[in-house]
């Protein structure tokens, strides 16, 4: 069997799961919150963002791209800590919370020297202008910075009520973002470059901060608000 071969399976079932993620990430943002349809589509979210880590690694094992390697456990981490805050209801982290923050400081660090490489080099890894540096380095920032964040969640107050719900909707949706940015990077070439990694981030952000700012002001209430993986609440191990 060829690489090639090889390759297309996992291909597939990568694109499938992000198509999936997206959509069920679409009808979570656009149901109400807390209700049947929202933790219905909060857990078909969740589990096809796994599926695209899990895809992600098989696709990488076949062909080596640590661009694909880093943005993919990125994203996952920020859809798993978004789906912890959701059913982690003390806000008090466990060995496997600090287990992924671990994961996600050395991915950070990883993801920071390989973009100023990249930057540095002016080329990325088939030989263009080198457009994936930059994403590493801001990406690979804000990886380092939230993993360092998480790091004193416990040492010192833990993030309950709509501290809470809100550190959900800001983790779930950066993780749309992360996949939809990186699904752009493969497949949009006819715009602009810049417009292709921070479009997703300046269409989005502003859908973020107008939901935290309902969510912390109480207009949107935890129980309304028990964001994408709400489903969870009554299975915390």
């Known amino acids: ?6 390759y297309f399976a996992p291909l597939a079932l990568h694109i499938a799961a992000g198509c999936t993620a997206l959509a069920a990430a679409a009808v979570a943002l656009a149901a109400a ?13 969740v589990a096809a963002m796994f599926a ?22 990125f994203s996952v981490y920020l859809v798993f800590t978004g789906w912890r805050a ?27 020297a390989l973009g100023a490489a ?21 990406f690979g920032a804000i990886g380092l910075v939230l993993a360092l964040g998480d ?6 107050r833990p993030v309950t009520g709509k501290r809470r719900i809100a550190r959900h909707l800001t983790r779930m949706l950066a993780g749309t973002i992360a996949t939809v940015t990186a ?38 209430g935890e129980r309304r608000a028990g964001g994408l993986a709400s489903a969870g609440r009554s299975g915390e191990p």
């Open 118 to 138: 990249r930057t540095i080099g002016g080329t990325d890894h088939q030989g263009g202008a080198g457009h994936q540096g930059p994403v590493l380095l801001a």
């Open 151 to 156: 790091l004193r969640i416990g040492a010192a």
């Open 33 to 45: 919150k807390g209700g049947a349809l929202h933790r219905r589509a909060g857990r078909a979210y």
């Open 52 to 73: 695209v880590g899990a895809t992600t690694l098989l696709l990488v094992a076949i062909r080596p791209n640590l661009f694909l390697l880093t943005i993919g456990l």
């Open 183 to 220: 699904a752009a990077v493969v497949n949009i070439h006819f715009l602009p470059a810049l417009a292709v990694w921070l479009g997703p981030t300046v269409l989005m952000t502003p859908v973020i901060s107008w939901w935290n700012v309902r969510v912390l002001r109480g207009t949107t």
């Open 86 to 112: 959701g059913v982690v209801r003390d806000g008090r982290p466990r060995p496997l919370d600090r287990v992924a923050t671990a994961a996600m400081l050395a991915v950070g660090l990883g993801m920071i």
């Open 1 to 6: 069997m060829t690489s090639d071969s090889l």
